[in-house]
């Protein structure tokens, strides 16, 4: 069983729309993280959270808000889309020195 | 500035033979280094690691070689397999186990049976 489970999977979003990317999580971990994947970058850091009711901004935050209401929920929201954010998104979280990683969320904002 | 540099950005090799994957990096402080592993449409999932005390860590066909001095690392796949196709990322984490890991940008590896 997914311990990181993302939704949803997929998503088309229009440019200017609101979106949100959710995180849920069964590890009963404290840190969660959002990264966004593009080809020849990698795994960029969006945002982080170590407790519930509080996130941090990670290396590339701009244009991207979380939310932590629980130990187990991470959101990503993107209140007004842009070209720019077609990527994947990757949720995780992380128990000592090994992250655990969601199955990804593919966004594409046209 | 990317913290975390991986080269090759693809590399195609025979069944059998051994892939080679490298990876340097720029903060001397940095002194944890997975390596995760990504399988299409999956997320990445640790599959090796080392820490900057030791210079060689193995486990099993993948073998990891570290050199401090000249602040790189490589991963070795010995005997490599069609399902080691995949994309590898080499990471880096430096301070305390608290510290954010700075991830570079893969290597997309091909096992031609």
């Known amino acids: 069983e997914a311990a990181v489970t993302q939704s949803p999977r997929s998503k088309v979003a229009v440019t200017g729309g609101k979106v949100t990317l959710s995180c849920h999580q069964t590890n009963n971990h404290d840190y969660m993280y959002w990264y966004r994947q593009d080809t020849g970058h990698g795994l960029r850091l969006i945002h982080y959270s170590y407790v519930a009711d509080s996130t941090e901004k990670g290396d590339i935050p701009d244009g991207y808000k979380a939310s932590r209401p629980s130990q187990e929920n991470f959101s990503l929201i993107l209140e007004l889309a842009s070209l720019s954010q077609t990527a994947v998104y990757f949720c995780a979280s992380r128990d000592r020195n090994t992250l655990y990683f969601g199955a990804g969320t593919r966004l594409s904002v046209l | 500035q990317q913290q975390v540099r991986q080269s090759p950005q693809s590399l195609t090799v025979w069944e059998g033979e051994t892939a080679i994957l490298n990876c340097s990096y720029e903060d001397s402080t940095f002194n944890y280094f997975p390596w995760y592993q990504q399988f299409p449409g999956e997320g990445p999932a640790l599959l090796i690691s080392i820490r900057s005390v030791s210079d060689k860590k193995e486990d099993g066909r993948f073998t990891i070689f570290f050199n401090k001095r000249e602040k790189k690392l490589s991963l070795h796949i010995t005997d490599s397999q069609p399902g080691d196709s995949a994309t590898y990322f080499c990471?880096?984490?430096?301070?305390?186990?608290?510290?954010?890991?700075?991830f570079g940008a893969g290597t997309q590896l091909i096992v031609i049976p």
């Open positions: 990471a880096a984490r430096g301070g305390s186990a608290l510290g954010r890991l700075h």
